[in-house]
């Protein structure tokens, strides 16, 4: 057997996020897959020696909620309401190949890559080819497949023996970990639920879908079946444990309760649903869901409802808006808005103890960001994680490594040279385009 490769990184200014949330100037052992040792000076060698006093040293980022491939679509629907976005969103996305797809999940995927986002959690159709992405990129996909009623939905077949069979076929995958996504309650009646959710269970899958993110969703749901959405989820014995439900922005205390004690995870968009006016502010309870115990991560949605997949401007927004809804500056500060980004994102996707850390035994997972930009240049060691939340910008990413493999050195894709795929995204996003009308 190999042994496996080791690399050294040497006096970085580590933001760890392990238990004791520790800071410090010091060195991080990787080998194969996983962190080894990290502490203020190891004298293990390695086969690379990575001379790291410039750069601050941080988990890769989890992005919780995402719509990868519609990163070909950013800008088609801009500026309009919520149904008439849905409109023009539509009579495009009906039109998309697995071509499409595939190219589309390329441009999101190296976006994320090249910001910092190490794992995502999407919610789409078509599957496939955005696996194949993650694969051509070494981008950690966690992939639900979109299931509907057979009735309200453009997929040719099932699809919940859609979602059946793509779980078949990239289980064993090294960088991708497929599972079952229930669109919401708005397309998904009881049957169509209650299968999903038992093919998630049987087959040990996350489960993820949207909940309550606009105003006219719950009432509309209330006024069909006389209950709010999480509440009839819980009266069916349909919420549990292993599942993340997007958005949350109109949810009740009693609803807030109910989804704490079943343990379901929120995945909180606030550039999402404050550009598309979704209300209360765009600003999920995220203090109230933590007491109420539920794990909160941030997700970034779609690229058309937000122009942007980088959880380093998510983060900033995060906490701004607790802020401002509350009036109160100390609402959601800057390290448990990193929580949120990292280790609650772990959480969210039962690998807690795999990612979202800086520790010995968890997944390589990790970025470098560059202390002589600008915007990091006064960093101390006091304030490296307030610097990473306020003021890292993308562009600050120069290394990232995805179980242990360097995906980003330099600000360049590793894997998939972006020279190889720039041409036919451009070429696909411009037919997509004259599609979408004016």
């Known amino acids: 057997m190999a042994q496996e490769r080791t690399v050294a990184f040497r ?7 392990d238990e004791g949330r520790r800071v410090l100037r010091g060195d991080l052992l990787l080998r194969g897959p996983r962190v080894e040792a990290v502490g203020p000076r190891l004298r293990e060698g390695a086969d690379e020696e990575v001379d790291a006093r410039g750069f601050l040293l941080a988990p890769g980022l989890i992005n919780a909620h995402t719509h990868v491939a519609n990163a070909l679509l950013r800008g088609l629907a801009d500026d309009l309401d919520f149904p008439r976005f849905l409109e023009r969103m539509f009579a495009v996305d009906a039109r998309r190949d697995e071509k499409d797809i595939e190219l589309g999940a390329l441009l999101g995927g190296a976006e994320m890559l090249l910001s910092g986002t190490t794992s995502f959690l999407d919610l789409y159709y078509g599957q496939d080819a955005v696996a194949r992405a993650c694969d ?15 009735d309200k ?51 040990g899958t996350l489960l993820h879908y949207h909940l309550s993110e606009t105003r006219g969703e719950v009432v509309e749901h209330e006024k069909r079946t006389g209950l709010r959405p999480a509440l009839w989820l819980r009266e069916k014995g349909l919420l549990g444990p292993r599942q993340v439900a997007a958005h949350g922005v109109w949810l009740t205390t009693e609803e807030i309760r109910a989804l704490g004690e079943s343990k379901v995870a929120i995945a909180h968009c606030p550039g999402s649903n404050t550009k598309l006016a979704s209300g209360g502010g765009g600003v999920c309870p995220v203090p109230e869901l933590r007491a109420a115990g539920s794990p909160v991560a941030l997700g970034t949605d779609s690229s058309t409802t937000n122009n942007g997949l980088s959880l380093l ?13 509350r009036h109160d500056p100390t609402v ?4 448990e808005t990193l929580d949120l980004a990292t280790r609650e994102g772990a959480r969210a996707l039962g690998r807690e103890n795999e990612l979202g850390q800086l520790a010995p035994g968890f997944r390589a997972d990790l970025v470098l960001y560059d202390l002589s930009h600008p915007s990091l240049a006064t960093t101390r060691l006091d304030q490296a994680v307030s610097s990473l939340v306020y003021g890292a910008p993308e562009g600050a990413v120069h290394t990232v490594f995805v179980d242990g493999e360097a995906v980003v050195r ?22 997509l385009m004259l599609q979408g009308g004016p």
């Open 136 to 150: 051509r990129l070494g981008i950690r996909g966690f992939l639900g497949w979109a299931v509907l009623d057979p």
């Open 332 to 335: 959601l500060p800057a390290q």
């Open 153 to 203: 939905t453009t997929q040719k077949g099932v699809p919940v023996e859609n979602a059946r069979g793509f779980l078949g076929r990239w289980k064993a995958h090294r960088w991708v970990s497929p599972l079952v996504a229930p669109q919401g309650v708005y397309v998904c009646g009881e049957e169509t639920w209650r299968k999903a959710r038992e093919l998630a269970l049987r087959e």
């Open 11 to 17: 006096q970085a200014l580590l933001v760890t996020q």
């Open 410 to 431: 330099d600000r360049a894709l590793v894997r998939l040279p972006w020279a190889k795929v720039q041409g036919e995204i451009e070429a696909a996003s411009r037919s």
């Open 313 to 325: 401007r998510e983060m900033h927004l995060a906490t701004l808006l607790q802020k401002h809804a």
